[in-house]
């Protein structure tokens, strides 16, 4: 029943040396899903590690690519094409550079604004209609940044403590969005994830 398939894809770096970086921010909220399920994303195949799990009678992949960033969609077309989805069974999390740090954005489509795996996504999948929940680290020159760091070295670097904490505090409502989307209420899932500005 290929309409109760849904795939779950964060997006970042493997390796411990991007642990808890500002571009891992999509794997630590897949992470954070496994645990509240209480699952491990271990099960190594197409060039990611996933797992599968049951939620609201659909079958659930969580999926972290390990192609690194830049070739993202590579990894996730895989699962995309051999369960034969359409792209909105696929949603996608990520870092938001000009979203302050704790902000969430729910979104169907757009265009990649600069994001290099989300760019490789709509590359590899053929188009660009698939939910993206986008998690803001800020950007370098605004909310206190320093201006002089480059992007490049900013998102793999660690979210300050207070950062950390507020993007923690996200995890919660993050996973009670992602189950309204699950149990196809979009607007109900927009509604409690947009209002964190």
Known sequence: ??????????????????????????????????????????????EAVSTRISLYNRKVFLVKPLTYMNLSGKAVARFIDFYKLPLQNLLVIHDDLDMRPGRVKLTVGGGHGGHNGIRSL????????????????????????????????????????????????????LIQGIGFLLQDDVSKAMNLLNSFK
């Open 1 to 46: 029943m290929r309409e109760n398939t849904f795939i779950i894809a964060g997006l970042g770096n493997p390796g411990e040396k991007y642990d808890e970086t500002r571009h891992n921010v999509g794997f630590m909220v897949v992470d954070a899903l496994a645990r509240k399920y209480d699952c491990e994303v271990n099960l190594e195949k197409w």
């Open 122 to 173: 709509v590359q590899y999948l053929g188009g660009n209609d698939f939910l993206r929940l986008k998690i803001g680290i800020g950007r370098p020159g605004q909310g206190g940044v320093h201006p002089g760091i480059p992007v490049e070295n900013y998102v793999l670097s660690r979210f300050s403590a207070e950062e950390r904490e507020e993007v923690s505090s996200r995890m919660e409502p």
